[in-house]
């Protein structure tokens, strides 16, 4: 099993930038396909981006390709979300997720591991 833990959200005004990042405990990182996901209130959680075991492939929602920038670092356990051009329709709680196998899936069912969330807040 793997434990995470998100860091790194906040309050920034439209335009601005943010870099989450998500450590994680347990079992070999590498094992594990990493995402990040999305919760605004009212709405469900949706899929933000995805990234395979070694880093070479990534996955992106359609609304933030081209602003957000998925990575992670294996030696040292983490997995960042870089967030630029922010807009005020980003706002919401990130999480962090983890799945064992090689598929950088969206979809929230196929995540067994979550962190607890950091809330990002983008003024207008």
């Known amino acids: 099993q793997v434990q995470l833990v998100e860091s790194g959200g906040g309050l920034v005004q439209a335009g601005g930038s943010l870099r989450l990042s998500c450590a994680a405990s347990?079992?070999?990182?590498?094992?594990?396909?990493m995402g990040w996901f999305r919760q605004a209130p009212g709405k469900e959680r949706e899929f933000v981006a995805a990234i395979t075991r070694n880093g070479a492939g990534t996955t992106y929602a359609s609304s933030v390709k081209g602003r957000f920038t998925i990575s992670r670092d294996n030696a040292k356990n983490t997995v960042y979300l870089q967030m630029d051009s922010l807009k005020p329709e980003d706002t919401a709680v990130y999480y962090c997720?983890?799945?064992?196998?090689?598929?950088?899936?969206?979809?929230?069912?196929?995540?067994?591991?979550w962190g607890q969330g950091t809330q990002v807040t983008v003024s207008s």
């Open positions: 997720a983890a799945r064992l196998g090689s598929a950088a899936y969206t979809s929230v069912t196929e995540y067994p591991y």
């Open positions: 347990g079992r070999t990182f590498s094992s594990y396909v």
